[in-house]
DNA sequence: AAGATACTGAAGTCTATACTTCTGTATTGG
DNA sequence: CCAATACAGAAGTATAGACTTCAGTATCTT
């Protein structure tokens, strides 16, 4: 197991932009190369290549160069800190809204 | 059911910050006032209140004021469109990542 | 009533960041 | 070989945002 031990916050800042929400929307739907991604959203391949970076700083998408081909595609290690970072607050959060649940009811 | 449609963009953003996630932790212990949370984070109370401003816009915490105090919790709304977001994409993701692993296996 | 407490709101500062353009540098197809 | 392609890197701009301070306004406490 590659350690992966990917920090939340570079994970939510990445995916508190829109536009990499749209580029990790778009490569859940398959591998593209930095051009593919760019055409859409219809700014520079420059601005892709630094979202991409954000992106695989944080474990939420890899990349390799083939030729002069750059393809990007979803990581796991990002989604999975993600997920980690949900489950370890879920009981804490269960339990007060449980309790806020009972307040709101008497109101 | 409160509609509670909170777009996911901003409860991301809201989670970026690492004061923000500090509250958010802070606030799954139980509720606390705006001076409670202020002074273990070391920043002002003003700064607090504007991060409650951003956690309360996005359905992640919810506050009241009785008196002079503004005694804050944790609300469920965020939360479950987080939950939402990620059960929407992990299908998408599962099935990418698994092929990945396939080509990982080649290598 | 008077001072301490707990915020609220406006306004300013200062840094981060989401872009851009411009200029390379490898590749690849004809 | 040469033009088009696909990106990489540096540098600039412009806006957002995370703070602060300063000046209120209620509300407790004694």
């Known amino acids: 197991m590659k350690a992966a031990k990917a920090d939340i916050g570079p994970v939510f800042h990445a ?3 829109p536009t990499r929400r749209a ?8 591998p593209r190369s930095v051009s593919e991604l760019a055409r859409p959203l219809g700014i520079t391949v420059t601005a892709v290549a630094q979202h991409l970076g954000v992106l695989e700083a ?4 890899q990349s390799h160069k083939q030729g002069r081909v750059r393809t990007c595609r979803i ?3 990002g989604f999975l800190a ?4 949900i489950g370890e607050h879920r009981g804490r959060w269960e ?3 449980d309790r806020l649940g009972a307040i709101l009811a008497e109101d």
């Open 82 to 85: 993600l997920e980690r970072w």
């Open 23 to 30: 580029i990790v929307d778009r490569l859940s739907g398959g």
């Open 58 to 61: 944080c474990g939420l998408a």
């Open 75 to 77: 990581a796991p290690a």
């Open 95 to 97: 339990e007060r809204l």
């Open 15 to 17: 995916l508190g932009d």
